[in-house]
């Protein structure tokens, strides 16, 4: 039996590195400056972002540590290396974003119902910058490389922010014109619930690659027919695919190669191994077997 498997490569990406380093100072100063404007304005929707901001830069500064981890050489103990350190963070964030949802949504049903007066004019100000700063921050870290399950859940939640203080903004128009001071409740509301839901969505894919489950852009059955379509190929069995951190897929797979492709199995290793690479697996290994001693399990 023939046995191949592929190096990892472990490639740092210094410009992803840098955005993240970029969107945990912006998000730090940023909320001291919204918590200052929100004690101003009254504005609890204001409030609410500036400890989710708070909780945000606390997060994206755990990891940054943890993508200088995920970016180290395999070693001994780790023969996978660290990619999936990024998947610690990425779970971590989300439950920070789920408990502040919940304190968002606290403040928010209180101010709802019982509504103070708040500065639409200063929320205006403050809701431009809130774009501004989030905007920036969000195609900062998508212009660089690599877009592993961490950097995905931060940049959505800056895309979170962008959509947030967009609201903010429309409602602080809104409330400067007719006085309903309620629409600040109610946008804080908002702001939590979309939040505490995208949160859950990004635990549940994170929890899903730990569990080592098939990322979703594989089709199994697709990649299934094509292996089986490979000259020599009699039959494909064994055939795993999963993923180290949302980026980079393995897959594992056993070939029933028939006796007179025997002598030529590199060839068909090779078919195989490009054919994994178009489906978006670039790290295979591939046992190759005779008819005669295949060892179909279950499994």
Known sequence: MGHHHHNHNHDHHHSGEDGLSLAFWLNLIFSVIESIGG????????LADAFHDFMDAVAIGIAVIIEKISGRRRSPGFSYGYKRFSLMASLGMAIFLLVGSLVMATGAIRSFIAPAEVDGAGMIWL???????????FLRIKSGNGHNQNKKAIMLHLLEDVLGWAAVL??????????????????ALAIAVFIGYNAIRNMTETLRILLQAVPHDV????LTKELMSIRG???IHDLHAWSLDGEHHV?????????????????VRSAIDELMKTHRIPYSTVQIEGLSNCCILQG
């Open 39 to 46: 004690i101003m304005t009254n504005s609890t929707a204001i």
């Open 127 to 137: 809701a431009l910058l809130g774009l501004a700063v989030n905007g920036f921050a």
């Open 170 to 187: 429309v409602g602080a128009i809104v409330i400067s014109f007719t006085g309903w001071f309620w629409v600040d409740g109610l946008l």
């Open 219 to 222: 089709d199994m059955d697709r």
């Open 233 to 235: 190929v009699s039959n």
């Open 251 to 267: 897959g594992t797979l056993h070939a029933v190669v028939k006796a007179e492709y025997l002598m030529d199995r590199d060839s």
